[in-house]
């Protein structure tokens, strides 16, 4: 299935507009740096696994600086496993992703000094 990526909490992996395909999540996808398709206080998050810690699932947008949403994994309903932005299709490595997440203190930093939010 394709959805289409709302809003800006993904970027700069994924942009407003950009499409995403999914597939039923299952426990082997359980995996730092996964981006996955949630449901979190009453509303769908489209945001990367950051932290697993027993049955505690951390998810976060790429483009947020702290907030977080924290689930078990019966509420991850798919995972991403492409993404395209018109016909090109995108680069989702998990690797960045985590290695972005790590940033976000220097992001967080550098933001307030360029006046970046």
């Known amino acids: 299935m394709k959805i289409p990526v709302a809003g800006k909490s993904m970027e700069p992996f994924l942009q407003n ?5 999914l597939k039923r999540f299952e426990e082997n996808d359980l995996v730092n740096g996964k981006i996955v398709l949630a449901y979190f206080n009453n509303a769908y ?3 990367r696994i950051v932290r697993i810690k027993e049955d505690a699932v951390t998810l976060a947008g790429d ?4 907030q977080v949403e924290i689930i078990t994994n019966k509420d ?3 995972v991403v496993i492409d993404a395209y ?3 090109k299709e995108l680069i989702i490595n998990t690797l960045l992703g985590q290695i972005w997440y790590k940033l976000r203190v220097i992001r967080a930093v550098y933001g307030k000094i360029f006046g970046i939010k």
């Not at 507009?17 to 395909?21: A, F, I, N, S, Y």
């Not at 483009?63 to 702290?66: A, K, L, R, V």
């Open 63 to 66: 483009g947020n600086i702290q």
């Open 17 to 21: 507009g950009d499409l995403v395909v």
């Open 76 to 78: 991850i309903l798919a």
């Open 85 to 87: 932005r018109g016909d």
């Open 45 to 47: 998050v489209l945001h």
